[in-house]
């Protein structure tokens, strides 16, 4: 199996399999979503496709984010200890971030697609030995332009030595999660839309057993949770 990498720079070059990561927080936060019965979500790029699909799709809630914070008009943000205590049993989501759902949008010529974080990293691997694929690409999200996003690099370096038979320690791993630049706000109290807790719970490894798939249907993408 052959690895790559790239980043929100150049993942529209990306074929076959490839793996967007965004572990602070999208794609921690969507498995959270998941874990709390939503039915499927819709990763977009921009703020007025959120709405405009929550618009125009009963039963849909908006959430993601704006430099960390919720645009008016979302029902909630990027926070996965917000969703732990909502009840998203048979919603659908349509969900923008800055990074996460920028992979997505962008990694145009992809022929199968993944969304991963820590908290599923088992359960991604196994999906994708099930793929029986020869070569993977990961968009590492947060590394936008060169700069910053050791936290999803950490992510897919990890996801790698899965993958290539390995039993690695996830600790050190999980380290640069916490010691990453994207983190930092979250260690100042002033800033409580950007809660500490969070970061504990974008480093829960292997917090849930599923994958999570995004198809394109119709010129929309849909991430589904699946199980591997």
């Known amino acids: 199996m052959k690895f790559h990498y790239t980043n929100l720079e150049n993942c529209h070059t990306a074929t076959g399999l490839v793996v967007v990561i965004d572990v602070i927080r999208a794609f921690t936060n969507a498995a959270f979503v998941f874990s709390k019965g939503a039915k499927e979500i819709h990763p977009v790029a921009q703020v007025r496709e959120a709405l405009q699909f929550k618009a125009g799709n009963p039963n849909t809630l908006a959430c993601g984010e704006v430099d960390g914070i919720p645009p008016e008009g979302f029902d909630f943000g ?21 990074a996460g759902t920028q992979g997505i949008a ?17 359960a991604t691997v196994k999906y994708i030995h099930q793929l029986a694929v020869e070569s993977i690409t990961f968009v590492v999200t947060g590394q936008t332009f060169s700069a910053g ?34 983190a930092q706000i979250f260690y100042d109290p002033a800033k409580s ?14 917090k849930f057993d599923f994958a999570m798939r995004v198809t394109n249907e119709n010129g929309h993408h849909i991430m589904r949770a699946v199980q591997p």
């Open 78 to 98: 990027n926070s996965p200890s917000q969703v732990l205590n909502m009840d998203l049993e048979g919603k659908i989501i349509v969900q923008r971030t800055g």
């Open 193 to 206: 839309e950007f809660p500490f807790s969070d970061i504990d719970h974008c480093t829960s490894i292997d």
């Open 106 to 122: 962008r990694s145009i010529k992809a022929e199968s697609m993944l969304a991963a974080s820590f908290v599923i990293a088992a």
């Open 149 to 182: 996003g050791d936290e999803d690099l950490a992510c897919a370096q990890y996801l790698q030595k899965l993958l290539e038979g390995e039993n690695p320690d996830p600790t050190p791993f999980l380290q640069r999660v916490r010691n990453c630049g994207d």
